[in-house]
């Protein structure tokens, strides 16, 4: 089954605002195992579930063409204002139906999608998409996070993290259980390719002002289903937290 989230155009706009993009080490790791079992030029990329296009950009660094898919026509229209790259275009799709012809595309990615997809039918597409000894990459970043500021009360400010992330628990998809990662481990057994990897964890560091830590959270599924049940109290929450 497929969930369709992050449609609304305010929430759209916060996805290009606030989420994180993949890090540069990231994206390079995946460049070099393309490189290692298909070769050079890259010619397509296929960013699945592109959203706002954060990822479809660092991408077009590295491709002749990159194309990023999504279902909401809302973040394809926050991409498109975003895109002045000449390789970059965007399609609406679903993520199970991909408008590519058979072996296609050197690299197919979805970069913190994959969770929200019929996950067998999007595993069947991306295979058929993708050239001979070509690369799916699935990505997702964790709610662990650590927050820290300069000589000052770390502890303090994970421990009030830890509480914001508490509170806003109960409004989380029930689709994703306690954690989404479950659906990569699946997904990584069930691939037949000989060649795969699975990275439990790259740590990257940001410097960023609290308002952006706090649009980000903002910006999570959970959040925003509290926001749409009670507006009052989500308001209060970020408002509380904030000064915390």
């Avoid at 890259?42 to 991408?59: K, P």
Wanted: proline content about 6%.
């Amino acid at each position: 089954m497929t969930y369709r989230l992050f449609e609304g155009k305010e929430h759209a706009a916060s996805y290009w605002k606030y989420r994180i993009s993949p890090s540069d080490h990231l994206i390079r790791q995946l460049l070099d195992f393309l490189e290692k079992h298909r070769g050079c030029p890259f010619e397509l990329a296929v960013d699945v579930g592109c959203g706002s296009g954060q990822g479809t950009l660092l991408l077009s660094k590295h491709f002749a063409s990159v194309v990023g898919t999504d279902v909401s026509p809302a973040q394809l229209e926050v991409a498109l204002q975003q895109a002045k790259e000449p390789n970059i275009t965007y399609r609406q799709s679903a993520a199970e139906e991909l408008p590519f012809a058979d072996s296609s595309a050197d690299l197919v990615t979805a970069m913190s999608a994959f969770h929200w997809f019929d996950r067998p039918r999007f595993l069947h597409e991306a295979h058929r998409v993708l050239k001979p000894q070509g690369s799916l990459a699935l990505l997702n970043y964790t709610i662990d996070m650590e927050l820290s500021y300069p000589d000052c009360c770390k502890n303090t400010l994970n421990q009030v993290c830890k509480e914001f992330y508490a509170t806003l628990q109960p409004y989380r998809s029930p689709h994703l259980g306690q954690s989404s990662i479950e659906f990569y481990r699946e997904a990584y057994a069930s691939i037949p390719y000989p060649n795969k990897e699975w990275h439990e964890c790259f740590w990257d560091t940001r410097s960023m002002p609290l308002s952006s830590y706090m649009g980000l959270v903002e910006s999570f599924s959970s959040y925003q289903a509290l926001l749409r049940k009670d507006p009052h109290k989500a308001n209060r929450l970020s408002q509380d937290v904030c000064e915390r």
